[in-house]
């Protein structure tokens, strides 16, 4: 099987910009996470989606956000973008998303907003 | 959600057994113990997990305490390619849980030849 994959692999962006990062799944995955991995917070959980519902929510403003299409795919947005937006951002997917399942993750979309 | 503790850094050498440490002393009965690795330059990769049991499998042991505030995951024959931050996790069963792995800093493993 084909592991997740996340498109583009690097961005470049300057304030106030927006940004669409893309995600494909394990193919049979239903549930995707997105996380935000930063030198200085580390990796901090975005938020998760499975069957086209965002479903659970890390603590970040509603600047970010996401969806899911009926394939799986899913896309999260940033708008407005500020400096401390840069970071890497990985997407995992797992088969429904119960906390015991195991996460499969992307090679992640590094961002730097300039 | 409950916490775990881990060194920041540890060393190794190539071909020897290492014990990577973990404390959770606030562990609930429900929660599973997971180890994630991350590589540099990838996103992190599943090692194992466990929930009351020492388990095993083809990448590593998960050891765990009988009281559960500990558990250590152990590599048989460290090689370079196992240079990486580990990460300990638990994750409870509830329902506002899913898809949900709360990742603390981790231990920088490093491996010399």
């Known amino acids: 099987k084909a592991g997740v994959t996340q498109t583009p692999r690097y961005l470049i962006k300057t304030r106030g910009q927006q940004v669409t990062l893309s995600c494909s799944p394990i193919s049979g995955h239903r549930s995707v996470s997105w996380y935000q991995q930063t030198p200085g917070q580390g990796l901090q959980f975005l938020f998760e989606y499975f069957s086209e519902t965002q479903r659970n929510k890390g603590n970040f403003p509603g600047r970010f956000s996401g969806r899911q299409f009926s394939n799986s795919r899913s896309e999260m947005n940033v708008s407005t973008l500020e400096l401390g937006d840069s970071a890497l951002y990985l997407c995992a997917s797992s088969l429904d998303g119960t906390p015991v399942e195991t996460q499969y993750f992307g090679p992640g979309t590094r961002l730097l907003v300039l | 959600d409950a916490k775990t503790t881990q060194p920041n850094s540890m060393e190794s050498n190539e071909e020897e057994p290492v014990h990577l440490p973990c404390n959770h002393s606030?562990?609930?009965?429900?929660?599973?113990i997971h180890w994630y690795r991350q590589l540099p330059s990838q996103g992190p990769e599943y090692v194992i997990h466990?929930?009351?049991s020492n388990v095993n499998n083809r990448m590593a042991s998960l050891a765990i305490a009988e009281d559960r505030k500990s558990s250590t995951l152990i590599l048989h024959r460290a090689t370079l390619r196992d240079a990486a931050v580990y990460y300990c996790?638990?994750?409870?069963?509830?329902?506002?849980?899913?898809?949900?792995?709360?990742f603390g800093q981790g231990t920088t493993l490093q491996v010399k030849p």
């Open positions: 606030t562990i609930s009965g429900t929660d599973y």
């Open positions: 996790i638990l994750s409870y069963t509830g329902s506002s849980n899913t898809g949900k792995l709360i």
């Open positions: 466990g929930l009351t």
